[in-house]
Antibody
Framework: QVQLQESGPGLVKPSQTLSLTCTVS??????????WSWIRQHPGKGLEWIGY???????YYNPSLKSRVTISVDTSKNQFSLKLSSVTAADTAVYYC????????????WGQGTLVTVSS | QSALTQPASVSGSPGQSITISCTGT?????????VSWYQQHPGKAPKLMIY???NRPSGVPDRFSGSKSGNTASLTISGLQAEDEADYYC??????????FGGGTKLTVL
């Protein structure tokens, strides 16, 4: 069964770039067949889709975040990553990585999530 | 893209049935049969309960069912149990090849 694990700094200063990595086990990103996604949840709030990537590098981003988001993939490490630039306190959230079934674009397996706080 | 509209809260007694609605537009819920439902307990990651409007992943009890009419999808939980108390989120594929979530519904089992 596929498992995903987020990693990265839990504290980021305002105006800096948030960087997170998701390590996938139990399945190979390079085998294709799935998209790989980042989703966030502000404290006490609902879910917000950030974007997703295919192993080939094709990406789709939430229009509201598109100017600040970059999702990339490293198939040699079976990892994919998120970079969110120019962060503010409004970017404080739990960030989840997830596997996405491509036909229906359904996130089916999720990581446990990691809290990122933006504060000086 | 605007979030899908869900009621903030619903409640029911053990054994009863409840339904949670999820309203979107013809560019998301109404345009595709790609609506999913997630259950989230406090401090945990969301768990997929329903996909493609009405399909259950392996291991999800058949007490959980989904449907759709026009721009509104629904999740019904029958035979409510205490462990069903959680937050529930809907999601849909959109015409922009993106995903949009609902605002979430807190289910209280009385």
């Amino acid at each position: 069964q596929v498992q995903l694990q987020e990693s990265g700094p839990g504290l980021v200063k305002p105006s800096q770039t948030l960087s997170l990595t998701c390590t996938v086990s139990g399945g190979s990103i390079s085998s294709g067949g799935y998209y790989w996604s980042w989703i966030r949840q502000h404290p006490g709030k609902g879910l917000e889709w950030i974007g997703y990537i295919y192993y080939s590098g094709s990406t789709y981003y939430n229009p509201s975040l598109k100017s600040r988001v970059t999702i990339s993939v490293d198939t040699s490490k079976n990892q994919f990553s998120l970079k969110l630039s120019s962060v503010t306190a409004a970017d404080t959230a739990v960030y989840y990585c997830a596997r996405v079934e491509p036909t229906t674009v359904t996130p089916d397996y999720w990581g446990q999530g990691t809290l990122v706080t933006v504060s000086s | 893209q605007s979030a899908l509209t869900q009621p903030a809260s619903v409640s029911g007694s053990p054994g009863q049935s409840i339904t949670i609605s999820c309203t979107g537009t013809s560019s998301d819920v109404g345009g595709y049969n790609y609506v999913s439902w997630y259950q989230q307990h406090p401090g945990k990651a969301p768990k997929l309960m329903i996909y493609e409007v009405s399909n259950r992943p392996s291991g999800v009890p058949d007490r959980f069912s989904g449907s759709k009419s026009g721009n509104t999808a629904s999740l019904t939980i029958s035979g409510l149990q205490a462990e069903d108390e959680a937050d529930y989120y809907c999601s849909s594929y959109t015409s922009s090849s993106t995903v949009v979530f609902g605002g979430g519904t807190k289910l209280t089992v009385l």
